[in-house]
Each structure stands twice: as structure tokens, then as C-alpha cells.
């Protein structure tokens, strides 16, 4: 089945350390996008990579960092920069021009402890 | 900047109700509009995608229309299920490129009650 796979589920991280979530999709999309979910606001976007070895900052950039060093996989890193992580975390791909319909995985909770 | 409003908030129906949820948005020149249903932990789910040439999108009982100049779209739910409970979600995107971001609004939390 062709699908967006993020794992995982739930992660815990210590005050002070760099976390990865992974995200891999099987749709060949060209573009992938990372977005923060809380409670009571929208989902913001944090970074968005529409080729391999290209991405740009979305709007709360800032303590994330990111790679795309392949077409399936876009991996986040939720740096010790980043003073409030704890967050649902949704990662979308889509096709780079056209209809642009965006397709989304299950999430990652990310708790800080 | 582009604003998106999703009234109500929340919303608790019996089941067997057709209800109406409304998504507006501040700037008229989007590309498409997507509706999406998020349930409880979950990630999003696809339900219907607007051209912004286009009027209505239906599948099954859920109808989507665009008004694109008024900068409303509204989802009907026909015959609704305990199983629709959920929280809905309505995003716009503004260009044809996948650089073109979606934004959201913050969702209305339907249930639906046997």
C-alpha cells in the first residue's frame, strides 16, 4: 500500500537533547513537508523540501533542522534549540505542481521529560 | 497574510442529522481547498480537494462546495454516524507548486451521538 510512514509513534526527550523523527513515504512524491500541531492552534509549518537536496524554512523554523538526501525519506531534528518541543508532529508529501492534493502520516507525539 | 476561520468550534449532533460545517478564508486567490478529518492521535485523512475552479466535490455523503469570491467553502455531512465523529479540517493553498503551503484553520471537533 503506498503511504507516509512516521516513526516513531511516541518519543520522549530529556531537556537538553537532539531527538530525530522519521518520516518516509512510497507515493514518489517530489515535495514533503513537516508541521507542528498544538492544542486549541492550526497546523504550522515548520520546513518544506519540494526536491532531493532542497528544503526551505516554513514559518517556527527556528530549533528545527532537516535533510533530504533521498526522494522518500525526510527526516526532522528537534534540536535543544527548540524551547517548547512537546507537540504533535505531522509529516505531508504531494506531488511538486498540479492538483497538489497533500497526504498525511499517522504522527509522532513528541514529549518532553 | 492568508487567515482561515473554521465556525463552529465544536459541534454535538444526534445521529441521522445532515449538519453544515463552514470554513472561511481572508484572501480570495487560492489555488484549491482541501478538507481533511483528524481523529483523536491520529494524522490527517484526505476527504475532498477543490480546484478553485470548481464549484462542488462530493463523495459519498460528504458534499464540499467553494464559493471563491465570498472566500467560503462549506462541508455537508448527510445522514450523519457516530463513526463521523471527529475533528474536521479545512486548508487552502494559494499556488499551483507544492511550494505553495497549505494553510489551515483550526478545525471543528464534531460528535456525533447514538
Known amino acids: 500500500d503506498g503511504g507516509i510512514t512516521q516513526s516513531p509513534k511516541y518519543l520522549f526527550r530529556k531537556e537538553g537533547q537532539n531527538v530525530t523523527l522519521s518520516c518516509e513515504q512510497n507515493l514518489n512524491h517530489d515535495a514533503m513537508y513537516w508541521y507542528r500541531q498544538d492544542p486549541g492552534q492550526g497546523l504550522r509549518l515548520i520546513y518544506y523540501s519540494q526536491i532531493v537536496n532542497d528544503f526551505q524554512k516554513g514559518d517556527i523554523a527556528e530549533g528545527y533542522s532537516v535533510s533530504r538526501e533521498k526522494k522518500e525519506s525526510f527526516p526532522l531534528t528537534v534540536t535543544s534549540a527548540q524551547k517548547n518541543p512537546t507537540a504533535f508532529y505531522l509529516c505531508a508529501s504531494s506531488i511538486y505542481v498540479g492538483p497538489t492534493e497533500a497526504f498525511f502520516g499517522q504522527g509522532t507525539r513528541l514529549t518532553v521529560v | 497574510k492568508q487567515e482561515v476561520t473554521q465556525i463552529p468550534a465544536a459541534l454535538s449532533v444526534p445521529e441521522g442529522e445532515n449538519l453544515v460545517l463552514n470554513c472561511s478564508f481572508t484572501?480570495?486567490?487560492?489555488?484549491?481547498l482541501q478538507w481533511f478529518r483528524q481523529d483523536p492521535g491520529k494524522g490527517l485523512t484526505s476527504l475532498l480537494l477543490?480546484?478553485?475552479?470548481?464549484r462542488e466535490q462530493t463523495s459519498g455523503r460528504l458534499n464540499a462546495s467553494l464559493d471563491k469570491s465570498s472566500g467560503r467553502s462549506t462541508l455537508y455531512i448527510a445522514a450523519s454516524q457516530p463513526g463521523d465523529s471527529a475533528t474536521y479540517l479545512c486548508a487552502v493553498r494559494r499556488g499551483e507548486t507544492s511550494g505553495s503551503r497549505l494553510t489551515f484553520g483550526e478545525g471543528t471537533q464534531l460528535t456525533v451521538n447514538p
Open positions: 477543490i480546484q478553485s475552479s470548481q
Open positions: 484572501d480570495s486567490a487560492i489555488y484549491n
